[in-house]
């Protein structure tokens, strides 16, 4: 009988501890554990059943399957700008570039020698068209032919960015795409911080793989909203991301493995997970 007590103390308190753990973690979502019921999860996060269904439109008989995604009411709060994201900077640590650059060589991504080069990849399908403005996104600042990605790359921009919209009402701006290394090298010239064009440390802009999303104008809570989710997505393997300040951007490099992720996407609200 002790043995049972101090073990099911034991497990009440890493149960506890978990929760501490979480607590102060912006949550606007819930991944649906075996054994879960709508009431324990509306109990656990301060809502109500019938708001569970209605923000998830869930039928009146309908029970979530294990691994389903929930949107909380917090999703409202983020909307409002009433959720607190306050997060840190996503400082580039040392060795970010060689990094990056080692993932890219891992996934066999070519890097751009020119634009003959671009072309192609484009008439093969290797890399996909990037529209100039769309409802959720808009593209500045960035040459026709060089409004180009890699399919998975232009998956997160199209998602992130109707989350963004989803939640914030307006379109967000990307700045930077595919580069070749002769654009490299001009960038370079006016701009010291940014990559070489060639080396171990080449930037990843020439994969294709790369995409820039603004700060210019955004507000602390969009650009917290930004980092959280970021985070959450380099956290699982699916990007590798960073702030940059002297150009306000954050600089994106996005997996492959991120095309299988956004398929199993039920709202793009819920990027980077719960």
């Known amino acids: ?72 009411p917090a999703v409202r709060d983020l909307r409002r700008g ?13 060795h970010r ?20 080069m671009v072309e192609h990849f484009r008439r093969s399908g290797l890399l996909v068209e990037v529209p100039l403005k769309t409802r959720t996104y808009y593209v500045e600042g960035v040459g026709s032919r060089f409004r180009v990605a890699r399919p998975w790359t232009r998956q997160f921009v199209e998602q992130i960015a109707r989350a963004f919209h989803d939640l914030f009402g307006r379109p967000l701006r990307i ?3 595919t580069r070749t290394t002769a654009r490299q090298r001009e960038l370079r ?4 911080s940014a990559a070489p064009a060639t080396g171990p440390v080449q930037s990843t802009h020439l994969t294709g793989a790369a995409v820039d999303i603004s700060k210019r104008s955004l507000s602390e809570a969009e650009i917290a909203w930004l980092r959280t989710v970021l985070a959450r997505l380099k956290a699982r ?38």
């Open 189 to 192: 010239r006016t701009n010291p």
């Open 97 to 116: 570039l060689r990094r990056e650059s080692a993932a890219a060589a891992r996934e066999r991504l070519s890097r751009m020698r020119n634009l003959a």
């Open 82 to 94: 009433r959720l607190d994201l306050s997060r840190p900077p996503m400082v580039a640590r040392q």
């Open 1 to 72: 009988m002790h043995r049972l007590l101090v073990f099911s103390c034991a497990i009440a308190l890493t149960l506890l501890l978990a929760e501490l753990a979480h607590a102060g973690k912006p949550v606007w979502c819930h991944e649906v554990r075996r054994g879960d019921t709508l009431t324990a999860i509306a109990r656990r996060h301060r809502a109500s059943v019938s708001e569970l269904r209605r923000l998830n439109r869930l039928g009146p008989n309908a029970i979530p399957r294990p691994r389903t995604i929930l949107m909380l």
């Open 237 to 274: 393997g699916l990007i590798h991301a960073a702030e940059e300040f002297r150009e306000p951007h954050f600089h994106v490099l996005v997996r492959k493995v991120y095309a299988t992720y956004a398929r199993a996407l039920r709202s793009p609200i819920l990027a980077g997970g719960c």
């Open 175 to 177: 700045t930077s795409l």
